[in-house]
């Protein structure tokens, strides 16, 4: 398995602000994903982030909204841009290991005022 | 593309008691399906998997069945524990394409 950390674990913020939230794994992962679960739904993926090449994104996300960054095989930003009361969500990150297994973060939680 | 659908939304048992989890999935080539449990507050925690070359397989009191034919397949917790209790969700990938998540489950073991 793997052991990821995400920060902030929660944050409050104001409409038309930005979060970034980082992801840090404790080891190197080829393969990083982030999602949304909205409260009491499902978990959404938003992007998948390789390392070396750009984000690819699910249909209804745009990277203007949700920029993502991967300087490096354990760690990787998402950003809420502009946001607004409902982009509250919790945000994961995930990373995929050996057979398809996938690790999850422990999220962050987002208000949106 | 892949489509899951996982029943019941909801289950209460009592503690001592197994619990079943059914989930239906639309694309006959997947392949990978994995199960997360989620505690309040935290993230999904991988509890158990099957490949689709493999019926069954079990992990203590957690196993997890396939049926290729019928593209179903599901949870079964066995003796049920107060911490059991939590959102359980299935999920069914197909090759390299991404992990299709069920909508949830929530377990709750009365003592």
């Known amino acids: 398995s793997a052991v990821i950390s995400q920060k902030p674990s929660r944050d409050i913020c104001q409409r038309g602000t930005s979060l970034t939230i980082q992801c840090q794994v404790d080891?190197?992962?080829?393969?990083m994903f982030w999602y949304r679960q909205q409260p009491g739904q499902s978990l959404t993926l938003i992007a998948t982030a390789n390392q070396g090449s750009e984000a690819t994104y699910e249909s209804g996300f745009v990277i203007d909204k949700f920029p993502i960054s991967r300087p490096n095989l354990t760690f990787s930003t998402l950003t809420v841009s502009n946001m607004s009361p409902e982009d509250s969500s919790i945000y994961l990150c995930s990373v995929e290991l050996a057979r398809n297994e996938q690790f999850f973060g422990p999220g962050t939680r987002l208000t949106v005022l | 593309g892949e489509n899951v659908e996982q029943h019941p939304s909801t289950l209460s048992v009592q503690e001592g008691d197994s619990a079943v989890i059914k989930c239906t999935y639309s694309d006959s080539a997947s392949n990978y399906f994995p199960w997360y449990k989620q505690e309040l507050g935290k993230g999904p925690q991988l509890i158990i998997d099957i490949r689709s070359n493999v019926g069954e397989k079990k992990d203590q009191r957690i196993a997890v069945t396939l049926n290729k034919t019928a593209k179903h397949f599901s949870l079964h917790i066995t003796e049920t524990q107060p911490e059991d209790s939590a959102v359980y969700f299935c999920a069914a990938r197909t090759g390299f394409q991404k992990l299709v998540f069920g909508t949830g489950t929530r377990l709750l073991v009365s003592p």
């Open positions: 080891s190197q992962v080829t393969m």
